[in-house]
């Protein structure tokens, strides 16, 4: 029991309750500030820039996503790691010196950065699921005459952050026939990652599963690595290019398995556009030369265009082409071409 002025009393629970419920507003209230290009301030919480876009929690609008080309200044005393266009990396907290300046206050002391070449903000602490990217699409088609049935399905997922990205990526497609004969499904699921070496540099693996009937592919497991160099990375775009070494074992329909060694030249570019509707443009190239099938190569293309038609909700087309000179099955097609339209979800 607690005693106070004017003789009143307060039971010791219900102090405790007191201090709780007044401290509370105090632990949750978003003191970080964001000052936009019209001179408007929005007080929030800063949790990453990805993308070319800022993640800001606010108390009234929930969680907001800003273009960071509409920002004039960041103010937070929270920890981040932060990423440029060329490749450095600084830990601090936040603060503006000038218009379209951040200051990244480091232990050894302050690192003024143009906002323009600032590409990647991750608050220190931040859960792992908070910090996935992707998307995933999916289409489905049926013609009568043909009694045809298709099923595609594409996700991407990225993890990212200024020291490296981690990503996880799969496509694929059922066919339905009515004499089961004329089925061509395919399937492909790779997970890689790319850690970043001074400025511009990268190195990474990855590795794979595909299947493919129509070129003879019951299974290709395949790893993969690569260096390369990140000719792009601004708010707006991003270009690498990349090559090394691949080492696969392939299954092909009713052959016998194969071991393969082939280089590999890479190459992916994106470009983002967040002025509504919101767009996205991801293209990548893969050319497999073989070293131990001298004369045989592949090649892998997807292009993917996503547009924005609902909050997060998206009309995607995939344009894709898988190439093989030389298949392991004799009678298998050697070109596997599709487009597909589909609606998906961002995340």
């Keep these: 029991m607690l005693w106070g002025a004017g003789g009143w009393r307060v039971t010791l629970p219900a102090a405790v309750i007191i201090v709780v419920v007044l ?14 290009a019209n001179g408007d301030r929005i007080t929030g919480e800063v949790s990453t820039l990805n993308r070319g876009r800022l993640e800001y929690k606010t108390d009234d609008q929930g969680t907001i996503y800003i273009e960071w080309d509409k920002i004039a200044t960041v103010t937070s005393t929270a920890q981040f790691e932060v990423g440029t266009s060329d490749g450095r990396r ?14 990244v206050v480091e232990v050894t002391g302050p690192v003024p950065l143009p906002m323009a070449d600032v590409t990647v903000i991750t608050q220190i602490g931040r859960s792992f699921w908070k910090k996935l990217d992707g998307a995933i699409d999916v289409g489905f088609s049926y013609t009568k ?23 996880l990526s799969g496509s694929g497609t059922a066919t339905q026939t009515s004499d089961e004969e004329g089925r061509d499904d395919r399937g492909a699921v790779t997970i890689s990652y790319l850690r970043y070496r001074g400025s511009r540099w990268f190195v990474g693996g990855a590795a794979g599963f595909e299947s493919n009937e ?21 708010n707006k775009a991003q270009l690498a290019i990349g090559g090394g070494l691949s080492f696969n074992d392939e299954h092909g329909v009713d052959t016998e398995p194969t071991q393969n060694i082939e280089g590999i030249m890479t190459f ?13 443009l991801d293209v990548g190239f893969q050319y497999f030369p073989s070293l131990s099938d001298f004369g045989r190569q592949r090649i892998q293309f997807d292009a993917t265009v996503r547009r924005e038609v ?23 097609d ?10 998906g979800w961002s995340y």
């Design 23 to 36: 401290d509370v507003p105090a632990i949750a209230q978003k003191t970080d500030i964001v000052t936009l």
């Design 310 to 332: 609902w909050k997060d909700v998206t009309l995607a087309v995939n344009v894709f082409d898988t190439f093989d000179s030389d298949p392991p099955t004799v009678d298998a």
């Design 268 to 280: 992916r570019t994106s470009y983002y556009a967040y002025d509504y509707p919101k767009t996205n």
């Design 214 to 234: 129509s070129l003879g592919i019951s299974l290709r497991s395949q790893v993969s690595l690569a260096v390369g160099q990140r000719l792009v990375n601004t």
């Design 90 to 103: 600084f830990v601090g907290s936040l603060r503006p010196e000038g218009d379209r300046v951040l200051v």
């Design 145 to 167: 005459s043909s009694e045809i049935a298709q099923l595609n399905i594409n996700s991407n997922t990225l993890y990212r952050s200024p020291s490296f990205e981690a990503r």
């Design 334 to 343: 050697r070109n596997d071409v599709g487009v597909v339209l589909s609606f």
